[in-house]
């Protein structure tokens, strides 16, 4: 494997190690597909839930979202109450990837939006955290990704040259932003296809026989 000229690898939190999705909780609260669609398209959307990364109380954004829905207060308020719920567990498949990295001696960081009290939450639930070397969370900052704002805060509070930086996300908004900043951005689908992208940047990884599980 030729040697690498990337320096550390950034991985987004939930969709990339950590399977994160409202309708984890809310298909155990809503048995009907389409009124499940219509709640987390127009009652609990990931626009409003935008705010939460930023750093809002989760609890009193629902109580003053189920003040304008009131036939809807259970359920609004089981988002701030089952938050964890929400939360299937990790992608082990994408959690090796990052232990054969640290393994190899790469520094690993983490570039989340989240809220913070539900970080302190998930820094304690899950062992992945200790293998990185730092993280910045979107609450904590008062900005959240796609804002370029925060890649600014992770390159300079960590030292990181853009060019030799590999940034992991699975949105493409997220991605393009850390691009346009020099970073060498990947939109991660799978833990086969990140593993092989981040071989083919000559980083110390390896890509099994078989293929790896898709990230769902």
């Known amino acids: 494997m030729a040697d690498s000229q990337i320096t550390a690898v950034v991985f987004d939190l939930g969709g990339v190690l950590i399977d994160w999705n409202p309708r984890h909780l809310y298909r155990q609260l809503i048995s009907d597909q389409d009124e499940l ?21 989760t609890e009193q954004s629902c109580r003053e979202l189920a003040q304008v829905h009131p036939e809807y207060t259970d359920l609004i308020m089981a988002w701030a109450h089952r938050g964890e719920d929400m939360v299937a567990g990790v992608f082990d498949d994408t959690v090796a990837v990052l232990s054969e990295l640290r393994t190899g001696s790469v520094r ?42 925060i890649f600014e805060i992770l390159l300079c509070r960590y030292g990181l040259e853009p060019a030799a930086t590999v940034f992991i996300d699975d949105s ?3 991605v393009a932003a850390a691009a346009k900043l020099g970073v060498v951005a990947i939109e991660f689908t799978t833990a086969a296809q990140l593993r092989k992208e981040l071989k083919d940047l000559g980083l110390p990884v390896g890509l099994p026989e078989s293929s790896v599980g898709q990230a769902t």
């Open 108 to 149: 690993c960081l983490a570039l989340s939006n989240m809220e913070p009290d539900t970080f302190i939450k998930r820094r304690r639930r899950f062992a992945f955290f200790d293998l990185l070397d730092g993280w910045v969370i979107s609450g904590h900052e008062g900005v959240a990704k796609p804002d370029q704002a």
């Open 172 to 174: 493409q908004a997220n």
């Open 37 to 57: 669609d219509d709640f987390l398209s127009r009652i609990c959307t990931q626009e409003w839930h935008l705010a939460h990364d930023l750093g809002v109380d």
